[in-house]
């Protein structure tokens, strides 16, 4: 069995947590607010570990959007990296898990699509997006 390492930013670490241990029963929502998230389970790039990322729960058509905005930060997070070589996951969206695969969204008309969902599910990725120079990466999480 592969090793899990654990989210390095403190409130991270505790929602993945409170999310696992309640069986998506608690943790669900991003913290301190009343926005949902799901889990994604992943596997890490350089480890090979398993790691466990919330992002904002943004579904469109029974797939998710995974938008990578770190804030609008100038790098892309980590997980991204992740994903772009490692492209099967699991998505814990409260008490559902889903086996399911990645892609990244590159056809201009299908990300401006998904873009404005993720908008709408979470107002501030436009602000991320014009604080920060580099394009902010969108994926689609599909049943596999």
């Known amino acids: ?10 409130w991270v670490r505790k929602q993945v947590e ?7 029963l608690e943790g669900y929502l991003l913290e ?6 799901v889990l994604i389970t992943h596997k890490g790039v350089k480890t090979g570990a398993v790691r ?5 729960r943004v579904e469109v058509d029974g797939n998710y959007v995974l938008i990578g905005s770190m804030g609008g930060q100038p790098k892309n997070p980590a997980w991204v990296a992740n994903l772009r070589a490692h492209p099967d996951v699991t998505v814990r ?19 401006a ?7 709408e599910a979470y107002p ?21």
């Open 1 to 10: 069995m592969t090793d899990y390492i654990p989210p390095t930013l403190d």
């Open 18 to 24: 409170l999310y696992e241990s309640s069986g998506g």
């Open 32 to 37: 301190g607010t009343d926005m949902p998230c």
């Open 52 to 56: 466990k990322i919330p992002v904002m």
């Open 93 to 111: 969206d409260r008490t559902e898990v889903t086996s399911m695969r990645v892609r990244e969204i590159n056809d201009p008309q299908e990300k």
């Open 113 to 119: 699509k998904l873009w404005a969902a993720g908008v």
């Open 124 to 144: 501030p990725y436009e602000e991320y997006q014009a604080k920060t120079s580099r394009v902010i990466p969108v994926f689609l999480a599909e049943p596999s």
